[in-house]
């Protein structure tokens, strides 16, 4: 049986090693090569988006994105991550509140002279439009430990790894599903579970909002590593 993330799952720890076969079909290497070249161009248009529009997304494509981030691989299969979708405009509205309460401390002096000027060619303030402006945000939480339903804890491994990793291909699905996207990392974001009730054994990752740039969008004249700059052959 295939993993999908159609089935239910229930807890695996301690299970026995159950194989099965694994025979994808073999893509012919002409066809990779075409479809590894697109794809680097497609990625290569995806910005970060700070200015969004207000209009509606098709939010099937978000489920299907946040699906598509639930099958990244994760420390033990142990898929420590919660996917919130906001969509309700009060939360969203207290979300901002929170984290723009939070942004002003920031700016006003607790990120420091060092990461400001970091932050500078980015163009970033204290200011939290996207929040409310984008019509959906997801909040990502991890599980930092798994809480049996008789209240046992048992550690979760490698969390920050496997979270970052679904993150990166929610980015890369809802890129190519045509929807815009930022990371946002207010801090402290202790705040995101009270408003969104989260339990206690997680804790929040960050909060992208998601939906189409706004008509009069700009976003920061940057340059990306070229390939030599990253890659290492030997
Ligand atoms: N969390 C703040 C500051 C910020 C920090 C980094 I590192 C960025 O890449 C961007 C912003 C904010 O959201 O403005």
């Known amino acids: 049986m295939s993993p999908s993330t159609e089935q239910r799952w229930t807890p695996t720890h301690g299970d ?24 680097r161009a497609t990625m290569d248009r995806r910005r970060t988006v700070r200015q969004f529009s207000t209009d509606p997304v098709p939010e099937q494509a978000i489920r299907d994105a946040i699906a598509c981030a639930a099958t990244a691989p994760s420390g033990a299969h142990q898929q420590p991550w919660t996917f919130v979708l906001v969509r309700d405009p009060e939360v969203r509205r207290r979300i901002r509140e929170a984290a723009e309460h939070e942004e002003r401390r920031s700016y006003d002096g607790r990120l420091g002279e060092e990461w400001l000027a970091a932050l500078r060619p980015l163009g970033t303030d204290a200011v939290k439009a996207h929040l409310t402006d984008a019509p959906a945000l997801i909040v990502v939480f991890q599980q930092r430990y798994w809480l049996a339903e008789d209240g046992t804890k048992h550690k979760h491994y490698y969390v920050d790894e496997s979270v970052g990793m679904a993150v990166g291909m929610l980015l890369s699905a809802l890129h190519q599903c045509g929807l815009a996207a930022l990371i946002h990392t207010p801090s402290p974001m202790r705040f995101l579970s009270e408003v969104l009730g989260r339990p206690v054994n997680e804790k929040a990752f960050a909060v992208i909002p998601v939906g189409y740039p706004a008509d009069d969008c700009q976003v920061p004249d940057l340059v990306r590593k070229s390939l030599d700059q990253v890659l290492i052959e030997i």
């Open 16 to 39: 026995p090693y159950r194989p099965v076969p694994y025979r994808p079909d073999r893509m012919p290497a002409t066809e990779s090569l075409a479809r590894a070249a697109e794809l």
